[in-house]
């Protein structure tokens, strides 16, 4: 047997590149050839992706990312003071902030920039599709919502932002600025 997700095993190929493999009595079948050329394509068509040797073997090349990439940097910056400092500004400024929270979770989030458990800070156009820190950007939902939802608010397709008209009225490019490939 193999590691547990691995497609090593008996396999017979045949002209076209079309490989059936067989592990531990699991049949994994594919073009190999294709999801390679697709994979690849994938990466040399994104700019935050570049040709490197690879560690191990330096002859042979793969796509590796660049450095920190810029919306990295920015989740840094957020997770480091923006947000702490976001949930203070919604705490002392908004109406929805007081409905929700109770006094004490109130004062909490006013002096400490600390949300109650159930509560996260979403981007409303991630970090990855061109959004910032800015607090127009920002919104408070439940933590059960957030990781849920993950695919319709975080992984769809370009252009169909599940915010934009909120966005546009924060006077915020819903258009995402770089071509998603996650």
Known sequence: ???????????KGDKKGRNKYTRDGISIEGDTKKLI????FTYKNNPNYELKPAPSKPEWSRYQKK????????????ES??????????????????RILSPIELKLARELGQLPVRYDVHHMK???RGGDNSFGNLRVILRKTHQNSTKKLHRYENGKN???KTLEKRGIDHHDSVHVTE
């Open 81 to 98: 003071r923006e947000k702490k400092a976001f949930i203070r500004h919604w705490a002392a400024n908004s109406n929805h902030a007081k």
């Open 126 to 128: 991630p970090l990855y």
């Open 1 to 11: 047997g193999g590691v547990i997700g691995s497609t090593r095993g008996k396999g």
């Open 67 to 78: 450095g920190i990439l810029p919306h990295e940097r920015l989740r840094q910056q957020f």
């Open 37 to 40: 050329r697709e994979q690849v």
């Open 162 to 164: 599940p915010y934009r």
